[in-house]
């Protein structure tokens, strides 16, 4: 330690001493035309073979240069080379240069060379968030690439302020995601659910990502229905190199799945590409009503689904994924052309245990509660994926017209093999169940992006159609029992002599949506209103723009089930003892001691909907010196439409339309190029989903709950502040926090339906609350190990030299506050009136640590989440919230080149494997337990280790 110490000492007196024989050159290298900052100028002292390049904001320096007179070369792709002479560099001393270089194409024939704005690129993102008018955080594919992230949700929990609800629901700011609005590539994403207003972020593969944005606080250009975040996600775009490729291929090993017995239900022959071949289906002469049929007509058509009631088993093999990339450019005199292709494809395999109870009021007196029921469930998840993207564009120093397409298609079969008991109805149980969900996303759309009167006007606009599709065909249940008693020591199936599809039927779900739009914005400079101080030109700008869609959606359920055929069947003990896989054998379907099918499907199961959006906005940018000042006026015109039937089967119709204005003003200040504050203020709206309009009942399959429509719902508006201190030390380094309050008039909130519902199942109501409040602070950093040391030490910070600059630490953390006061006829129900919103956590942490030496071609990362404990359940009267506990999360990724090609990366996810458990604080304490408090689930999906190995192209 001595020597260490020593050794350590001569060598920070070594670096004074050299520091102060030597001096400093900085400065800024701008456009002469436009005083824009240049990102990337080479700047050089050739007779010291000594350079560097300006960073994000264009600024350079060049340390340790020995006293003397020298001539600086700064050089930049498309301009013209300037060489300053007569430099006199003072020891000690910093000398400043501000540096304009004038635009001189260079050319090879008739061929112009111009450099690109990259937008994926760490420095990129963040430019784009120090640019935005309001606050935003992001995250680019660069960083994307760093991580172990697959899809779209993994990415997102990657942000500040952000939670994921089962694996693919975005929760920004601790407001569900009714709350957030999502866009791909600037047109709105379709929904992937039937009757809740969300997006599925599991749909998009991590790979088809070039950056992930979330704007947090309100503008005219900016979608008004949002409070929680305006979340768009930009599909790759460019190749960056003349011909380039890329192909990935990974292997996965989950503990606890890979390897192991896997238990599955019959598939289908392209189950493989996350698709139904048909055998789930039902046939194409299969009635719309089972119960018009009768006799040998309603024996045939029992008959004519398949069986696919019985389970098989192998060895689970290892996950596979694979990912293809291609891109080109061909360069002309008039422009430039790329198209860009990508495929990647995924089947993976995961098994979990889940302890589930429910339980009775708790017993003050016995402290204590009664178990209600304990399972076991086995869950056995099968999932494939198949994504693709084409993108072909072209582009020149004023034009940009790209066309992207994006597609992915996910299917996950599920067989879940329940054991357990029943203690109030004093049964075992075995009951199993099989489901299949099919899922498929397609967006296309036509962009440009046109610089018009001598770069003064900028016009952008966007063709687009997305479409959604989500099928569950076949879900298929059954159920066993016998008496706790043992006076039946067998098991028996659960016959019932009207469907009850619960419990031993079949389910046929499908919904689908189209999304056609059209946008359009220009924006206009008026006239200069001085400059900066670093020199650039600032204007007046005014901007205006008009969004228009038309979404269009279906939603339809077949709700069919097995039934005694007729009273003699129920003295027919054989059938009711058969094994599962024996039970719907065709011997077992006739009219006489058999089963036939019934129908349990109601009017109000379907239905058709539609919404029209037509939004126009105006705003204003006025940046003056340190200043910047835009907002404006935005306004939604809306109409919203649903047609289904009612328990009359009679047609019955929902209409709300509405034209809402909502204002919105941003404001900054910049002490310097990287060091600001901001601070914003907007209305937003929230408005009702569709099924939640139609003024009768129905079963939601999924939640377990009866779902009652309101036709009084009005929509919500949602006052939004927030304020941030954002620092930039250089072009891949920042630091921010900030506050934020939101005010909610008429929040659309659950209300339970005390007496409504019965075997567990539970029913809910919306309505319009009074009001709510959110609020919470944030903060964000990037910065290299280096210059924390630095920092700490109070030595001057060097970016180019030392080890701890391979060092990069990833930090964020929120902490967030809601309350939700509920109406006054809810509080006859006795449910607290000022519980938190649901979903929302009190406390979200994201840290990272990255090493990075491109000298030998290593890295390394280790990321860590958690996030506090959240109601998932809503709580009634007599029975508490249900909360979802805390699980720390570390990941760690290992990578290394070999040449020039090739990488192999090793990877553990979720290392330490704390299990997902859901409790309740049944004896009100007011504590979260885990050993003391009910447990109403628990399970561990499992580490999770992975190896790929990647080969890359690229030509210039």
Do not use: C
């Amino acid at each position: 330690m001595k020597n260490f110490l020593s050794t350590l000492f001569i060598s920070l007196f070594s670096a004074l001493v050299a520091t102060a024989q030597t001096g400093t050159i900085t400065g800024k290298v701008v456009d002469e035309l436009t005083g824009e900052d240049l990102v990337g100028a080479v700047v050089q002292i050739e007779s010291l073979q000594l350079g560097t390049a300006s960073d994000l904001f264009g600024s350079f320096t060049l340390k340790k240069i020995p006293a003397g007179t020298y001539e600086v070369t700064i050089t930049f792709i498309s301009y013209q080379t300037q060489k300053i002479k007569d430099i006199v560099v003072k020891d000690g001393e910093t000398t400043e240069l501000m540096v304009a270089l004038s635009n001189a194409p260079i050319e090879t024939g008739a061929v112009e060379i111009v450099e690109y704005k990259t937008t994926s690129t760490e420095a990129a993102v963040l430019m784009e968030m120090k640019e935005a008018k309001g606050v935003v955080n992001g995250i680019g594919s660069a960083q994307i690439a760093k991580s172990q992230d697959r899809d779209a949700s993994e990415v997102a929990r990657r942000i500040p302020g952000v939670t994921v609800v089962d694996n693919r629901f975005v929760i920004v700011r601790g407001l569900s995601e009714r709350y957030n609005s999502v866009m791909i590539n600037n047109a709105f994403a379709p929904s992937m659910e039937s009757d809740v207003r969300s997006f599925s972020f599991d749909i998009i593969s991590s790979g088809l990502i070039d950056r992930f944005l979330i704007y947090k606080s309100p503008s005219p250009d900016l979608p008004g229905e949002f409070a929680g975040g305006s979340i768009k996600v930009f599909t790759k775009n460019f190749p960056t190199k003349n011909f380039e490729v890329s192909f990935t291929q990974q292997f996965g090993y989950r503990q606890g799945t890979t390897g192991q017995d896997f238990y599955f239900s019959e598939r289908s022959s392209k189950d493989w590409l996350g698709k139904d071949d048909g055998m789930r289906a039902l046939p194409s002469s299969f009635p719309e009503n089972v119960r018009d049929t009768e006799g040998q007509e309603r024996v045939d058509v029992s008959r004519s689904l398949t069986n696919g009631i019985g389970i098989q088993s192998e060895k689970a093999p290892l996950d596979l994924r694979s990912n293809l990339y291609i891109g080109k450019k061909f360069t002309k005199e008039y422009g430039e052309f790329g198209i860009l292709a990508a495929l990647n494809y995924s089947r993976t395999r995961t098994f979990f245990e889940n302890k589930s109870g429910v339980y009775n009021v708790y017993d003050d007196i016995l402290h204590e509660s009664d178990t209600v029921s304990f399972m076991l469930d086995s869950t056995y998840q099968t999932n494939a994926r198949v994504g693709g993207l084409l993108n072909i564009g072209f582009r020149n120093k004023k034009h940009s017209i790209e066309f992207k397409n994006f597609a992915t298609q996910m299917g996950q079969a599920e067989d879940l093999l329940r054991r357990g008991i029943e203690q109030e109805q004093g049964n075992y149980v075995r009951s199993n169940f099989y489901g299949y969900n099919e899922r498929v996303i397609t967006s296309s759309q036509l962009l440009g992006n046109h610089e018009i009167f001598q770069k003064k006007g900028k016009l952008e606009w966007t063709i687009g159609f997305a479409s959604a599709k989500s099928s569950d065909p076949d879900w298929r249940r059954i159920r066993y029992t016998k008496p706790l008693d043992l006076s039946n020591p067998a098991y028996q199936a659960y016959i019932p002599f009207s469907a009850d599809p619960n419990y031993f039927g079949r389910l046929f779900l499908e919904m689908k949506e189209t999304t056609p739009m059209f946008s359009a914005s220009y924006e206009h400079k008026i006239w200069k209103t001085g400059q900066d101080d670093q020199g650039n030109e600032q204007h007046l700008s005014v901007k205006a723009g008009v969004y228009h869609e038309k979404k269009d959606r279906s939603f339809s359920v077949r709700n069919i089930g097995y039934k005694a055929a007729s009273f003699q069947t129920f003295m027919n003990q054989d059938l009711a003892y058969q094994a599962i896989d024996d039970i719907l054998d065709t011997t077992n379907i006739n009219a006489m001691n058999g089963l036939i099918l019934d129908e349990d499907t109601k009017p109000q199961d379907s239905y058709d909907a539609s919404n029209t959006l037509l939004a126009t906005y105006a705003m204003i940018n006025l940046p003056y010196q340190k200043w910047n000042l835009s907002g404006g006026l935005r306004m939604e015109n809306n109409q919203q439409r649903l047609s289904t039937k009612d328990l009359q089967n009679k047609e019955f119709n929902v209409a709300l339309d509405s034209i809402i204005l909502l204002p919105s003003a941003n404001l900054s200040y910049n002490f310097n190029s990287g060091n600001l504050i901001r601070a914003s203020y907007g209305v937003t709206v929230n408005r009702p989903e569709f099924r939640e309009l139609a003024p009768f009942s129905f079963y939601d399959y999924k939640r377990n709950a009866i779902m009652t429509g309101n036709p009084d719902l009005t929509f919500a508006t949602i006052q939004n502040y927030d304020i941030r201190w954002e620092l930039y030390p250089s072009s891949t380094e920042m630091f921010s926090i900030g506050a934020f309050y939101k005010y909610f008039e008429n929040p659309i909130e659950l209300y339970f339906q005390p007496g409504v519902g019965s075997g567990g199942t539970l029913s809910f109501i919306p309505g319009n609350a009074p009001s709510a409040t959110n609020y919470g602070v944030e903060v964000d950093s990037r910065i290299r190990i280096g210059h924390i040391a630095s920092l700490l030490t109070g030595s001057e910070y060097d970016p180019s030299e030392g080890f701890m600059n391979q060092f990069t630490l990833v930090a964020n953390a929120s902490w967030i506050n809601s309350k939700i006061e509920l109406s006054e006829n809810n509080s006859e129900t006795g449910i607290d009136n000022n519980r938190p919103m649901m979903g929302q956590s009190p406390y979200i942490i994201n840290a990272g640590i990255f090493y990075q030496n491109d000298s030998i071609g290593l890295s390394v990362s280790a990321m860590y989440n958690v996030i506090g404990e959240r109601v998932v359940v809503a709580g009634i009267p007599g029975i508490p919230e249900v909360w979802e506990m805390p699980r720390n999360q570390i990941d760690l990724t290992i990578g290394k080149k070999i040449g020039r090609s090739f990488e192999v990366r090793f990877g553990i996810q979720d290392l330490l494997n704390q299990p997902i458990a859901w409790i309740q604080d049944a004896n009100h304490d007011g504590k979260l337990q885990r050993d003391e408090d009910q447990q109403l689930q628990i399970f561990q999906r499992g580490t999770y280790f992975n190896f790929g190995v990647s080969y890359q192209f690229k030509q210039d």
